[in-house]
């Protein structure tokens, strides 16, 4: 029954390719981890479980570690993205381009030059 509830976060950990996950259900508690390939795509899954459960259910315990640290994501540009695009994706924040431009300086000459295929670094900040 508890499984069921949580199956929209079960289905994006699939989704993610979450490494080395489980599932258990226990005690009317459905037990969950794994690895994430970076801080975005755990947060992904703890958006879902908090859409399911709450701000702060009690009928779920996740332990989802983090495989890559360095970067709080990477990102293939798609036509007809901007930095500012990219920027309110990841971090809700269209005004936080600079960061990323500034960590990707040695493979863009200018926040407002990017080009499908370009392979961004998103930092943590």
């Not at 989802?64 to 309110?88: N, Q, R, W």
Request: charged content about 25%; glycine content about 8%; hydrophobic content about 35%.
């Amino acid at each position: 029954m508890i499984k069921s509830k949580y199956q929209s976060v079960l289905d994006l950990g699939e989704k993610l390719n979450i490494q080395n996950g489980d599932v258990k259900e226990e005690n009317g508690q459905l037990k969950v981890w794994g690895t994430a390939k970076n801080q975005y795509e755990k947060n992904l899954l703890w958006d879902e479980i908090k859409r399911v459960g709450g701000e702060n259910p009690t009928d779920i315990m996740a332990d989802i570690k983090v495989a890559d640290t360095s970067a709080f994501a990477h990102h293939t540009v798609k036509s007809g993205e901007s930095l500012s695009k990219i920027a309110k994706q990841y971090y809700g924040n269209a005004n936080k381009y600079n960061a990323i431009f500034e960590a990707n300086k040695g493979k863009l000459k200018s926040a407002d030059l990017i080009h499908p295929g370009d392979e961004l670094v998103i930092p943590n900040i």
